[in-house]
Every structure is written in C-alpha cells, then in structure tokens.
C-alpha cells in the first residue's frame, strides 16, 4: 500500500513537471499557427480593399483630388475646402505635423469619388497663414473636362519667387 501511494506520487510529480514542457511545445506551435492566420488575414485585407475600390470607384468614373506644397517654407496651410459642381464634397483641417509633411513633398489624397464624363468645376478655397503672421484666405476654381478614364487633379501650393509669397493652382496628372 505505501509502495503504491509512493508510486503514485512519482507519477503525479513526473506529471508536474513533463507537463509544463509540453504546453510550452504546443504554446510554441500555436504563437506560430497565430502568426501564419495573422498574415493571411493581411493579406486578404489587402485584397478586399483593392477588390472594393475596383467596385466603388472604376476606372470609368473614379476622380481624385490631391494636395501638395512644393518649395514653401513661408505659408502654413491651415485647412482646404473642396467644392466640386456646386456642391460641397470635403474639407480638412491640418495640423502642425500635416504640414511638415507637406512641405517635405508629402501629397494628401483629400478627396476620391465618382463622377460622370463631361464638363466639370471645382473650386478650393484655401486658408493659411503668412510669413507675416496675417491670415491668407485664396480661392482657385479649374474647369475641366472628364472622359471614361480615372481623372487626377492636385492643388498644387507653390513659391512665386518674383512676389516672394504662395502662389496657389489647379493642376491636372496627366
């Protein structure tokens, strides 16, 4: 009986300590079972939002509008208002950061959207500070024609260098 009851114990000591060593073997396969799912579901991310972009904006009526400072250092841009046909379509607030990346030649994709073939206007009225610390309050409207491919415009902040302040266009990718 107290051969048994040892015999016992061994096994349940045995048991103890053998038992740790597998769940960390299977803990070990596991984190890598996860890892392996984690990157499938990246990748099928990846696919599901280009697979919806494809639907929701198609070659055919997809329009985009970007935002770039080329050369600026005496201009803050303060927010950007997009008006497309007569219509409100978006508009956007920068902070200290987004404009540092604008001026190290970072472009904002502010708006993408569908829109027929034809003739078109859009205006953006933009709003900044000056190197002299006055509010600058610009409005630029470019008329433009769409077709049945994807259609690019930038507002495009630049240095005019004879008048030493921003100069502000519409400009379209060609």
């Known amino acids: 009986m107290k051969a048994v009851r040892l015999f016992l114990s061994f096994l349940v000591l045995v048991s103890a300590i053998l038992l740790p060593v597998s769940v960390l073997a299977n803990q070990a396969g596991l984190d890598a079972s996860i890892e392996a799912l984690k990157s499938e579901v990246v990748e099928l991310n990846q696919e599901l939002f280009e697979l919806e972009e494809r639907l929701l904006y198609p070659a055919m009526t997809s329009?985009?509008?970007?935002?770039?400072?080329?050369?600026?250092q005496d201009y803050e841009i303060k927010s950007i208002k997009l008006n497309l046909d007569e219509q409100d379509v978006t508009s956007y607030l920068y902070s200290k950061e987004q404009v540092e990346a604008l001026r190290r030649g970072g472009i904002q994709k502010i708006y993408q959207g569908n829109l027929k073939p034809g003739l078109h206007k859009l205006s953006a009225e933009i709003l900044g500070k000056g190197h002299d610390g006055r509010i600058v309050k610009r409005t630029i409207v470019a008329d433009?024609?769409?077709?049945?491919?994807?259609?690019?415009?930038?507002?495009?902040?630049?240095h005019h260098e004879n008048k030493n302040k921003p100069e502000f266009a519409i400009?379209?990718?060609?």
């Open 144 to 158: 433009f024609g769409k077709t049945r491919a994807s259609k690019y415009l930038e507002v495009k902040i630049s």
């Open 171 to 174: 400009v379209e990718w060609k």
């Open 63 to 72: 329009f985009s509008v970007f935002v770039s400072m080329e050369a600026v």
